[in-house]
């Protein structure tokens, strides 16, 4: 019961062997250098895992199944990617048809948020929720909904871009294009524009702290910052986590989940976002959506990639 | 296969007898008269249906469901309504265990917006959509979820509030005693008190319709004017459109549904809401999320609480 795993990201690319519990027996983690295009970065791919499979003395036909996890847009069904985002020429690429042709199958196809929601759920901060949200703020926010125990996927597989709720019509625009989404204010890149906006006006603490370079300005200066009190930081924290609030509340409101799973950023600043957001969320809901929900901060914080490519696999296979 | 169904309104409720198909054998509107309390109310109900049955010469035993739909909160597996909003003393009441007691079982039970999306999904607007959602403008606005070929209730059976998305955070008041929510709104209620404010102020072609008698202004109203391309009218339904297409497009982006059905105010005006609110939904939503996706009228106007109430029977049937 070996699994192959291969999480596909514009900047890195992770590769393991694991057995179905979540044992890694063997890991790799490289570079995508996205600018050389699909076939070289696919060709690496296909040499890592093998030289990992030779390295626990596996074969291609002692792999149970194959779970592959990718930025989107995406088909599951079909295998194939339509368009990854900063990958030139990842068109329409038929990625499963191309792993079952090397290693056999069965090939399982999955995008990253959905795969990141079903890791948590398996093996992380979801396990034994029913009903549960998972949302994630790196460079954008993308989620992944977990309803009646199993990943909802909609009507073409692009359920769960609970990044993209109108929460400020008016407000900034988001990497979409749109106006005003979620995304476009909490979001890693949200959150900078926004910052280099309001310390190039107001300057004060971070401004001090990347020395006047408003590029340098990101989350974690903003962390670090509101961490030593900074007021200025502290204000625009609490004004981004009354945005994600209202973003949490719609979602609770629609999906009346159990819980709600918060990655990346929110995973490392735990109750500096948390707790806050928590007590915002509490005012914005009704009690008896809010009494016995969690919200809580995404466990799989090493190797997300491998866990999320594993759970793609053991989800197609329905192995739990 | 012989269903009995019950629909409870704060104004009144539908007793039928039908067959699994969704031919009506008998069919009896009630007033409710609230205000007497739940005794009377459930003796008048029993009393009714035992009615019925005998006008199409069936006996208790010739049932195979009981399907109630009422408003709620309440809790479908155990039967119980916990309190039904504008009828005094229905509170914690186990109308499963009241109905079992009078008719043999089962007897199923689901909230109003619920049942009547199940019927929607059976028999009206929504039929072979395996991802719809359902939208409910009256006197609130109510919300319905069928996802992956069932009803999703969420954690507590509350899923499907989707009247309480916010959308104009520092907006009027909502009839749950929050701020800015789409029920506040877009509702029967919601659009009757800003229309209030505002032929309060501009006065113009409404206010003569209620010859300045405010307290006659109503979406009825509105829709006449607006019909007449009265200005005013024109431009409050422009704007009431525009928050409802935000609430979708928040519901899009989180569920990619194939369809959304609109009951009640929209389903009656058609062509003058649906048209524009369509096109700025495709403004607000992505090609690929929109492309595909159907936004219907509700098609079941007449008798809507039989059909709910059948379906629900249904549904717990497992009879599709």
């Known amino acids: ?31 995508t250098k996205a600018q050389r295009g699909p076939e070289p970065i696919l060709k690496e791919i296909i ?3 093998r030289q990992l499979l030779e390295e626990v003395n596996l074969k291609k036909d002692d792999l149970t ?42 090939v399982f196809l999955e995008n990253d948020a959905n795969a990141s929601c079903l890791a948590e759920w398996k093996f992380g901060a979801g396990k034994g929720f029913r009903d549960m949200v998972f949302l994630t ?24 871009e609970v ?22 204010l909490c979001s890693g890149s949200g959150m900078t524009k926004r910052l280099k906006e309001l310390v190039g006006k107001e300057k004060g603490q971070m401004w001090e702290m990347v020395l006047g370079d408003l590029e340098k300005l990101s989350p974690e200066i903003l962390i670090e910052a509101a961490k030593e009190k900074d007021p200025l930081a502290c204000r ?5 986590i009354n945005y994600l609030a209202y973003g949490l509340s719609n979602l ?38 809010t009494g ?6 995404a466990l799989l914080t090493q190797k997300p990639g491998s866990y999320a490519s594993l759970s793609v696999a053991l989800e197609g296979l329905g192995k739990w």
């Open 47 to 49: 040499l890592t895992a």
């Open 252 to 289: 609770i409101f629609i999906l009346n989940p159990q819980a709600i799973i918060l990655g990346t950023i929110v995973a490392k600043t735990e109750g500096l976002i948390i707790r806050p957001l928590r007590r915002r969320v509490n005012e914005l809901c009704w009690d008896v959506l």
């Open 236 to 240: 625009f924290l609490d004004q981004t």
């Open 137 to 160: 703020m790196s460079t954008g926010i993308g989620g992944g909904l977990i309803l009646d125990n199993r990943l909802y996927r909609g009507a073409n597989f692009f359920a769960g």
């Open 1 to 31: 019961m070996n699994i192959l795993g291969i999480d596909i990201g514009g900047t890195k690319i992770e590769v393991c062997v694991a057995r179905e519990d979540g044992e890694f027996l063997a890991w790799r983690r490289i570079p």
């Open 163 to 184: 990044g993209h709720q109108y929460i400020l019509p008016e407000g900034p625009v988001c990497g979409c294009g749109k106006r005003g989404h979620l995304e476009a």
């Open 292 to 297: 016995e929900l969690k919200i809580l901060p």
């Open 65 to 106: 199944g194959i779970g592959v996890s990718a930025p989107g847009p995406l088909n599951p069904e079909k295998g194939i990617i339509y368009q990854a985002p900063n990958m030139p020429g990842w068109v329409n690429l038929p990625v499963k048809k191309i792993l079952e042709d090397k290693f056999g199958g069965p």
